[in-house]
Each structure stands twice: as structure tokens, then as C-alpha cells.
T-cell receptor, first 111, second 113 residues
Framework: RKEVEQDPGPFNVPEGATVAFNCTYSNSASQSFFWYRQDCRKEPKLLMSVYSSGNEDGRFTAQLNRASQYISLLIRDSKLSDSATYLCVVNKGAAGNKLTFGGGTRVLVKP | DVKVTQSSRYLVKRTGEKVFLECVQDMDHENMFWYRQDPGLGLRLIYFSYDVKMKEKGDIPEGYSVSREKKERFSLILESASTNQTSMYLC????????????FGPGTRLLVL
């Protein structure tokens, strides 16, 4: 079983719609969670951290469910520029500050 | 603004060649990382370093070595390149105070023939 699993997609989303997707992680000792965004043929960039209480950054909302060991990302009012691969990232908990990356969920926003 | 640069965007090498991938960051970060990214496998950590001359193995260190002689520079070395090392290689750095926000370089796409 992979340490961090994501639905690879693609999620085809009409412009203006809402899209949500999850990521599951296997290491219950993980303490920190993130969503990174990666555009085609570009490097990953931090989109947002994910906090226990859930957090919002503009049109993006992230949630953490420790009991079920998953995190989610919701994008409201999707823009064409939101088309990208979204990487779920989890730290390795007691093993140190190394990060484990999921394979990514591809989102395609269409007019 | 953090800047991480990698010496080459594209590289073509032959099996058995020694390959050097260079990474430089300009933000005085303590931590530096080398990953490879392959379709369906995501990013996998090869090696990382928390300080000058310090290195630790990541999840897939076999066939690779690293060097960190200066704080700003972290080199990945393929001692004898093989075709299964064809991949996208990404370097990242992070500060000691916030180790988990990693900033990535643009990547080097390596093809081993």
C-alpha cells in the first residue's frame, strides 16, 4: 500500500463549478499535511498547509480527518487557471521532517 | 523570493556515464533535497541534507550519491548511469525554521540511452 494515495483523475470541471477530491495516508504518526500544486512541466509549489480545524484560502478549502486518515481539497468557482495536478503531501511523523508525496490528482477546468 | 536553480533542464547521457546534477539555492536554507518524479509513482526522495557535509539517505538512494560542500549547493551524482535512472530530477530546499515548506527548482529531465 502506498503511503499517500490519490485518485489520479483527471477531474474534468466546468468553469465556475466546484470540485473536491481526497487523499488518504497510512502513517498515523504524521503531523503535518499540505497541498502542493504542479503545473504541466513545472515544479511543485506549495498551495496551502492543512490544519486540524480545516482552513480556507480564497476559493480553496482544505480539511483533515485524522480518524479516517484522509485530507481533502475543495475548489470553488473553478477558474481555467486552476487546471493543474494537485499533490497531497504528508510528513513522515516521528521519522523526521521528510515529506511523502502522493502521485497527484489532475484537474482540468474547461470553459 | 526563494530561488532554486538546477544546472540543466534537459540532459542526455549514455549508460555507464558518470552524471552530475547541480542545485543551487540563494536563500541560505539549511535543508536541501533531491527527488525523482516518475509517472504513476509521484515524487520519491533520493537523498537529503540538513547541513554542510551532512547527508542522509531517502527512500531510493541506490545508484546515487550526493555532495554538499557548501551550504547553497547540493549535487546529485549518478556514478554509472543506467536506463532505469531516466527520470525528472527535482531539487528542493527549505529553511531550518520551517523545514516542511519546500521550494523546488525547475527540474532536470534526464534521458539515459
Amino acid at each position: 500500500r502506498k503511503e499517500v494515495e490519490q485518485d489520479p483523475g483527471p477531474f474534468n470541471v466546468p468553469e465556475g463549478a466546484t470540485v473536491a477530491f481526497n487523499c488518504t495516508y497510512s502513517n498515523s504518526a504524521s503531523q503535518s499535511f499540505f497541498w502542493y500544486r504542479q503545473d504541466c512541466r513545472k515544479e511543485p509549489k506549495l498551495l496551502m498547509s492543512v490544519y486540524s480545524s480545516g482552513n480556507e484560502d480564497g476559493r480553496f478549502t482544505a480539511q483533515l480527518n485524522r480518524a479516517s486518515q484522509y485530507i481533502s481539497l475543495l475548489i470553488r468557482d473553478s477558474k481555467l487557471s486552476d487546471s493543474a495536478t494537485y499533490l497531497c503531501v504528508v510528513n513522515k511523523g516521528a521519522a523526521g521532517n521528510k515529506l511523502t508525496f502522493g502521485g497527484g490528482t489532475r484537474v482540468l477546468v474547461k470553459p | 523570493d526563494v530561488k532554486v536553480t538546477q544546472s540543466s533542464r534537459y540532459l542526455v547521457k549514455r549508460t555507464g556515464e558518470k552524471v552530475f546534477l547541480e542545485c543551487v539555492q540563494d536563500m541560505d536554507h539549511e535543508n536541501m533535497f533531491w527527488y525523482r518524479q516518475d509517472p504513476g509513482l509521484g515524487l520519491r526522495l533520493i537523498y537529503f541534507s540538513y547541513d554542510v557535509k551532512m547527508k542522509e539517505k531517502g527512500d531510493i538512494p541506490e545508484g546515487y550519491s550526493v555532495s554538499r560542500e557548501k551550504k547553497e549547493r547540493f549535487s546529485l551524482i549518478l556514478e554509472s548511469a543506467s536506463t532505469n535512472q531516466t527520470s525528472m530530477y527535482l531539487c528542493a530546499s527549505s529553511s531550518g525554521g520551517n523545514q516542511e515548506t519546500q521550494y523546488f527548482g525547475p527540474g532536470t529531465r534526464l534521458l539515459v540511452l
